[in-house]
């Protein structure tokens, strides 16, 4: 678990247009985590750049791909104004742009990507009265979402953005993932659940299964709860409604197909150890 929250960094209140946008430092922690310095980053849903600043931050090389053109231009903004080095951004959709990178035979050694949250790019916080046990209601409380729309279903009724679409999309772009990702590297996909139309659902879940299917093998969650967010009990038109105050970061690998042979465990192991040595950097993942 990652219990904590993170400073008002890299231009926060223009990074928060984008109503998804995850913090450059813990970006920065799990980059560091699973690569080494120099090493080659994508995230296919990139957003303001969350990942590409953590990258800039680590000393790692990152490839981005936005389909909005306001993000990109917001992420080329914080750069410029906090004196960062910009890593490559592509303009386009993931689909297309990861089969133009599986064509020209680029290799990424670590994925992370914030993917979205099936409808909580359309749907309203809640409908009607709010309140907490023992207040009086509120009035009406139906904010809308500050994400942009996921793709061209944008202008569709909410009821025809069904969770199997949502689902068919991700499939489509961790496939491609897949193959532009070394083997024996890993993947990491934030995701958050949700509570819609009298439900809550587990899209944590489904994104594991999504993510089995196309090849790679769940390795574990890691929770990232903000503390500066408070957990409350709500009632909305008298029934309870959960206060979602953590988000999950899902760890996939790639496996060889190959095994590594004695020797080459041995020389991954040496350099490693004078990696940690030289660097001080305890945590980072040995790549076996």
Partial sequence: MIPRNFPPSFQLSLRNKHGGQKPPELCEMLVRTFTKE????????????????????????????????EWI?????????????????????????????????????????????????????SRGTFKKVGEDAKGVFSDKSKLSPFN??????????????????????????????????????FIGNMYHGGKYH???????GILADVGFTLKGEIVWYDVSNNLHLYGINYSWIPSIVHQFIMVFRKERKKKLTKEERNGIEKANINRIKTSGMRHEIIDS
């Avoid at 587990?202 to 594991?208: E, K, P, V, Y």
Wanted: proline share 4%.
């Fill in 202 to 208: 587990l899209l944590n879940a489904d994104i594991a």
């Fill in 73 to 125: 231009d917001i992420y080329h903004q914080v750069c410029d104004l906090e004196s960062v080095p910009t890593q490559e951004m592509r303009h386009g959709d993931a689909r297309e742009v990861l089969d133009d990178l599986a064509k020209s035979k680029t290799r990424f050694d670590y994925i992370l990507t914030d993917v979205p949250y099936w409808k909580m790019d359309r749907v309203e916080k």
């Fill in 152 to 189: 061209n279903t944008a202008t569709a009724p909410l009821e025809s953005l069904g969770k199997d679409a949502w689902k068919r999309s991700m499939k489509e772009i961790f496939e491609r993932c897949f193959k532009v990702l070394e083997p024996g590297r890993y993947c990491c996909v």
């Fill in 38 to 69: 120099n090493e080659h980053v994508l995230d296919p849903l990139a957003g303001v750049g969350g990942t590409l600043l953590g990258c800039s931050l680590s000393g790692r090389k990152g490839t981005g791909i936005e389909m909005n053109q």
